[in-house]
């Protein structure tokens, strides 16, 4: 049955993570089931979008029980396109790890928990129950708990350990939200929650309870004032964890936002939404502040990861189909090129032995190919035509001006200009001008090793943006089906 594609991208890490432990001492193995696995998942999910485009939603019911008393897994256009793209970072940070993780962390697990943190991902997505998005939430969060604390450098334990209780306190709260929501309407099926909330009298309560899941998942995506854990905790990891994090975690948390906020918590948009709207602009103003004035190249680009976010929720706060789409679009090009910049300042860090743009200088000589990489990844950020990021925030900042929200649209412009100006100043700090000596420990570093996973994801960066057709017509198709909720509550609801 075609439906069972579904639990394959949560089955196949699983798989690989389980064999791994009995191959503890065999890391060429252990590389190789990885690899195995995260391939054959950026292809399911590929065949899954193009299913999902000529035959609608796919939900498959385990233990064949009807919603809402069996687990179910549910694949929209939304969900199939998160797992499809997140799948190729998750490659592309895999194949990075191979070269640059070392010997140490691979000893202590880390290729396990590597798997154990996509099962936690991809369940998040392709759940359609919210508990169950809860226990995918904690795979998730353990399995990132050890990634981030491996190699034991003193700044990694002090931000894990923040990291840590920032998360604790997150899950009791989500905890809590999920039990008041259950008290109220008897069920946690997302499908079947949308169906019975509009049955409540009281609707504030269901406001109240939005807003804690708002608060939940906007710690989960680092939203305004909620962002203040992630520059330090994404900073201090190697930078393959810090890329996989920054691409991949920090998204989750906005999906999560983006599908219960379309779904389930519309009742009262004029309230829920316009909240939305404002977190969004700060979190966009607030969050290119970072960027502007920091003068490490690692870190200005997680200081980007807050900025970003903010585009996104600002197209679930204005709540058109038009403006969702930009959101979703938006979301799909930056978990690609924020990774890939990521990555490109590990490469530098190996290079030269440092992420100080005070010490970096003419690097574009010796290494034009790693500083054209960035350049046009930089670009593709700040959403300079024709690349990924124009299409995006053309699509967001016309669907605030076509309900006249000008404010919002000029928000976004003028941090697109900041972030223009951030990305400037890294090329011209650490590939203009005059070369500066590189350390002698790392002089001849083969830097080209490193180059494989990188090159595919500025290609995509370039695609989708001189050839945005095919996944526009996919991203408006999950925006019809979010802004549209009986498609999917007809899809997992079975009715005999």
């Not at 195995?36 to 899954?48: C, E, K, R």
């Not at 499809?84 to 940070?93: D, E, N, Y």
């Not at 309230?271 to 602009?281: C, E, F, K, Q, S």
């Not at 790693?370 to 124009?390: D, E, K, Q, T, Y």
């Amino acid at each position: 049955m075609i439906n069972t594609l579904i639990i394959y991208p949560v089955l196949l890490p699983l798989a690989a993570a389980i064999l791994m432990m009995l191959f503890l001492k065999n890391i060429k193995i252990q590389k190789a089931l990885g690899l195995i696995a995260s391939i054959a998942v950026t292809v399911l999910s590929f065949y899954m979008i193009s299913i999902i485009s000529s035959q609608g939603i796919l939900v498959y019911h385990l233990g064949d029980w009807a919603p809402p008393y069996g687990i179910v897994f549910v694949a929209d256009m939304f969900s199939a396109l998160m797992v499809a793209f997140s799948s190729i970072v998750a490659l592309a940070c895999l194949v990075f790890s191979f070269k640059t993780i070392g010997e140490g962390m691979e000893k202590h697990f880390y290729y396990v928990f590597y798997q154990l943190l996509l099962v936690g991902v991809y369940g998040s997505f392709l759940t359609g129950d919210l508990f169950n998005m809860f226990v995918f939430f904690e795979i998730m969060l353990l399995s990132s708990f050890v990634m981030i604390v491996l190699g034991g450098k003193p700044g990694q334990l002090r931000e894990t350990f923040k990291y840590v209780v920032i998360n604790i306190l997150s899950s009791v709260l989500f905890l809590a939200a999920l039990a008041m929501l259950y008290g109220v309407l008897g069920t946690l099926n997302m499908a079947d929650a949308a169906m019975k909330v509009a049955e409540v009298e009281n609707q504030g309560i269901i406001t109240l309870i939005g807003m804690m899941f708002f608060i939940v998942f906007g710690l989960k995506a680092s939203v305004f004032p909620l962002y203040f854990w992630l520059p330090n905790s994404y900073f201090q990891p190697p930078a393959v964890i810090s890329a996989l994090f920054g691409g991949i975690l920090t998204k989750v948390g906005v999906y999560a936002l983006i599908r219960v906020f379309t779904l389930i918590f519309i009742h009262d948009a004029g309230y829920t939404h316009n909240i939305i709207l404002i977190v969004a602009g700060l979190t966009m103003a607030i969050g290119i502040l970072g960027p502007v004035c920091q003068m490490d190249f690692k870190r200005i680009l997680v200081y980007h990861i807050i900025s970003q976010v903010g585009y996104m929720i600002m197209g679930l706060g204005l709540f058109t189909v038009f403006a969702v789409a930009g959101a979703i679009y938006h979301l799909i090009h930056n978990i690609i090129v924020k990774s890939c910049l990521i990555l490109i300042s590990g490469v530098t860090e190996k290079i030269t032995g440092t992420t100080d743009l005070t010490k970096m200088g003419g690097l574009l000589g010796k290494f034009p190919v790693v500083g054209w990489s960035f350049f046009i990844a930089g670009l593709a950020l700040a959403g300079v035509p024709p690349l990924s990021g124009f299409i995006s925030k053309f699509i967001l900042i016309r669907g605030g001006l076509e309900i006249e929200h000008y404010i919002i649209s000029a928000v976004a412009l003028a941090v697109g200009v900041l972030t223009l100006f951030s990305m400037m100043k890294i090329f011209i700090y650490a590939f203009w001008g005059q070369e500066k000596e590189i350390p002698k420990e790392h002089q001849g570093y083969n830097y080209k090793a490193l180059l494989p996973p990188i090159i595919p994801m500025i290609a995509l960066a370039i695609l989708l943006g001189v050839g945005a057709e095919w996944l526009l017509v996919h991203v408006f198709t999950a925006a019809e089906q979010l802004m549209n909720p009986e498609i999917y509550i007809n899809a997992v609801i079975v009715k005999e």
